[in-house]
């Protein structure tokens, strides 16, 4: 292959890749929330309980709402993710808890574990701003969390080829 054959195949992968690339999506228009999520066993009562279920918690946090500033997006198809941060504060290990959510109708439910993401919209962008409530459950290993968890969950954005 050439020198200019091999240069272009370079661009045309630079392109190409960046045409993939996630974007974190400015969520400034929602409302900030700071919210104490309340613990509780999962598993209560008497029970023949195993290890996982004695130290497994349970947090629920109500109508959070989202607010994502869309507007250089709209008429592009895409998929949006949420995301949390893999090194979470008071967490021992991110294996040591799980998100699960439903939503009102925007995007959809899901669940995933710290330093992952999950899709929740895929289509056209319609909208300058796409807005939803969640509904969060979070699980959580009380071996290997401490009190105090803080973390704030994120979108990001690839846009798909037309």
């Known amino acids: 292959m050439t020198r ?4 272009l195949l370079a661009a045309c992968f630079t392109t190409c890749g960046a ?15 700071r919210v104490d999520a309340v613990t509780r066993w999962q598993y209560d009562g008497v029970g023949d309980w195993n290890e996982d279920q004695i130290n497994a918690l349970v947090a629920e946090v109500h109508a959070m709402q989202f607010r994502l500033n869309t507007a250089q997006y709209v008429g592009k198809n895409a998929e949006i993710y949420l995301t949390v941060p893999l090194q979470i504060p008071g967490l ?48 959580l ?17 690839d846009v798909l080829p037309q």
């Open 4 to 7: 200019a054959g091999l240069l």
């Open 19 to 33: 045409a993939f690339a996630s974007t974190k999506l400015d969520d400034s228009l929602s409302p900030r929330q």
């Open 92 to 139: 021992k290990s991110p294996t040591a808890m799980r998100i699960e959510w439903t939503t009102r109708g925007v995007f959809s439910p899901g669940s995933l574990l710290p330093g992952n993401r999950a899709l929740v919209y895929r289509g056209k962008i319609t909208a300058p701003v796409m807005s939803d409530y969640f509904d969060f459950r979070i699980f």
């Open 141 to 157: 290993d009380a071996r290997t969390s401490e009190r105090g968890l803080e973390f704030d969950p994120t979108f990001e954005i």
